[in-house]
């Protein structure tokens, strides 16, 4: 039998996996395990929330690369650089997180950041209540699906 502990960090871990989907299995072991729903929650949000935030920054130093720094100037990168400057954290955070996942939206958002934009409107902020949002959802949809398997298949 694993320490209470543990089975927080193994969590963790699985949140902070580069996997896509990493949130959807660390609330399920969250719910299969039995884990308070709350402290889970709270644990899977700082997480990633470091994770994007440490990613974020690589996407800042990535800009600096000559190769990337000329894919972004040239005319249609131009262009869908405006669009993405414009729209681009609600868009990516709130509806391809559910897709791709915050880490590699974080990583594209930094390589798009402009430095005369406030950097907790552009992103900490739609980050944040995303990451938050979506861990709440994720933790639902996990309980109601083990719940099914119990009482449908009587698995676990």
């Known amino acids: 039998m694993k320490p209470l502990y543990l089975k927080y960090i193994i969590m963790t871990a699985i949140n902070m996996t580069p996997l896509i989907g990493g949130k959807y299995v660390s609330t399920a072991y969250a719910v299969y395990y039995k884990l308070n729903p709350y402290a889970s929650i709270f644990l899977i949000t700082l997480s990633e929330t470091i994770l994007c935030s440490a990613l ?3 996407g800042l130093k990535l800009k600096s690369i ?3 720094h000329r894919m972004i100037s040239s005319k249609k990168g131009r262009k869908a ?3 993405i400057e414009k729209y681009g954290p609600i868009i990516g955070l709130f509806i391809g ?4 996942g915050a880490p590699p939206i974080s990583l594209a958002l930094g390589v798009l950041y402009e430095k005369n934009k406030n950097i907790y409107y552009y992103f900490f902020i739609p980050m944040f209540v995303s990451i938050f949002l979506y861990s709440i959802f994720n933790f639902y949809l996990n309980s ?3 719940t099914s398997l119990k ?3 009587g698995l676990f």
């Open 56 to 58: 974020f920054y690589a």
């Open 66 to 68: 000559k190769f990337i």
């Open 81 to 83: 650089h405006n669009y």
């Open 97 to 100: 997180q559910m897709f791709i």
């Open 144 to 146: 109601m699906a083990i």
């Open 151 to 153: 009482n449908i298949f």
